[in-house]
């Protein structure tokens, strides 16, 4: 009804006008008032869902999160004398104990000129070639794809000019200038560390260089390119890095020192990281099931109902999740049930972990816990099963899509008739004003003939 409108209906008759036409109104609003309060009963249906489909999709990433047995695994890895190296592993490494001994660490090639009064002191103009290869410990055998020249003339044959010449030849090793106190050196060190790493200078005089005969080179040796050289339970192995991810599966080695006595490496299962994705996972069930219960409650004493309250959809959804947790897995190992590990189902729906028998379970080679929730070769676990079902509630086609869309849908063809009947209380309010104003004006006229009739009939 249009509101803020200035009438002089009623003026005529003294009728209360805009009184009648409000109360007429509010009586052919009723089917638009109905229809808004059914509107806005789907809008805390949709708003209800939304965060139910929140929910699911964090139980989701709960379960996934132990689907496999890669992500349901968690290792570590404790090297017993830490100066010696470091161990990192990932979910595919295999427990176990190992001997690690280390003979050479590896190096980069590096060398050092002769002492130059300072950093812009003159050397001889020529070509420096930089050849990168391999040194076996007695000779050097140059790798062909790795040759590189240096040009030094009178623009730049300075100490610092030489090494600005060698860096922006990217030639696989670095120069810089190393100031004593007293002499300037250029030191000249390989990028990367192994034996296939080293390098020979050659035609620029005061700055050659061969690790076949350091001895009779201008530039100074100061550590060899090597590989590193150690010893994993007793097989002898060399890489070009200290950092070893290709001898033991699933553990990444860093090597920092040589050793004079073989120490431990152990890789075990860590039960507690384990045990806390698992608690992630009852914890996000339970409030998947704790959210629909209450958004499908009705309180009697106060006949109260939930947003979701008689809603089909839910039911199916705490049906498929009670089915799944309620069940048993055919696994080959002596574990079906979550009971098997600490887990039971109470009475309200909601799972309660048994802290000292799930570790228990987690700390026993025995059992195969892992096999209760990842997707098995021939059976689904429980956290496989509830990630799979969900995917599918969530998806398109699912029960919880196809009920959202349907609101939607609802909700869009409950706008259009409200829209519809919008339209149709204007030209109702205008008819009504239309029809008052002609009774008020007939109402006027005739007590304007009344009043004259009556002064006349005075008279006589």
Excluded: C, H, W
């Excluded at 009963?41 to 999709?57: C, N, P």
């Excluded at 830490?82 to 190992?98: K, L």
């Amino acid at each position: 009804m249009a509101t803020g409108t200035i009438t002089s209906a009623g003026l005529g008759s003294g009728i209360d006008v805009e009184s009648l036409v409000t109360k007429l109104m509010a009586l052919e609003r009723r089917p638009i008032n109905n229809l808004q309060t059914k509107e806005s009963g789907i809008q805390t249906q949709l708003s209800a869902y939304g965060t139910l489909k929140s929910t699911l999709s964090s139980l989701q990433d709960a379960a996934t999160a132990l689907q496999t047995r890669q992500n349901f695994a968690s290792n570590t890895a404790v090297v017993a004398d830490t100066t010696i190296a470091s161990a990192t592993v990932d979910s595919t490494a295999t427990a176990g104990s190992y001997s690690l001994s280390v003979d050479k660490l590896a190096q980069t090639e590096k060398v050092r000129s002769t002492g130059y009064a300072s950093a812009t002191s003159t050397i001889p103009t020529g070509t420096l070639q930089i050849n990168l290869g391999t040194y076996n410990g007695t000779s050097f055998t140059p790798d062909a794809t790795k040759s590189f020249s240096v040009t030094i003339n009178s623009s730049n044959n300075t100490l610092s000019g030489l090494r600005d010449a060698i860096n922006g030849a990217n030639a696989g090793v670095t120069a810089s200038l190393v100031n004593d106190g007293t002499f300037t050196r250029l030191v000249v060190s390989s990028n990367d560390t192994g034996a296939s790493n080293a390098y020979k200078l050659s035609g620029l005089a005061g700055f050659d260089f061969d690790p076949a005969s350091a001895g009779t080179s201008s530039m100074l040796s100061t550590q060899s390119a090597q590989d590193a050289s150690f010893t994993l339970d007793g097989i002898a192995m060399t890489r070009p890095s200290n950092k070893i991810t290709d001898a033991l599966s699933g553990v990444t080695l860093n090597l920092t020192a040589k050793t004079t006595t073989a120490t431990t490496l152990n890789v075990s299962s860590n039960t507690t990281a384990i045990a806390a994705k698992i608690n992630t996972f009852v914890t996000a069930y339970n409030n998947a099931v704790g959210l629909m219960s209450s958004q499908s409650s009705y309180n009697a004493s106060s006949k109260t109902a939930g947003p979701l309250n008689g809603e089909a959809s839910v039911r199916t959804i705490q049906s498929q999740l009670r089915s799944i947790v309620g069940s048993s897995v055919g696994t080959t190992t002596n574990l079906a049930r979550l009971s098997d590990i600490g887990i039971q189902i109470g009475v309200d729906g909601k799972l309660a972990v048994n802290s000292d028998k799930l570790t228990a379970a987690l700390s026993d080679p025995t059992k195969d816990v892992a096999s209760l929730f990842i997707t098995g070769t021939t059976t689904s676990g429980f956290a496989s099963q509830i990630a799979t079902s969900i995917k599918s509630i969530l998806g398109d086609g699912g029960v919880l899509t196809a009920r959202t869309d349907g609101l939607t849908q609802t909700i869009k063809s409950t706008d259009k008739s409200i829209a519809s009947l919008e339209t149709r209380m204007t030209a109702i309010e205008a008819r009504y004003r239309a029809q008052f104003s002609a009774m008020d004006t007939t109402i006027a006229s005739l007590t304007s003939t009344g009043n004259f009739l009556t002064q006349q009939l005075a008279k006589l």
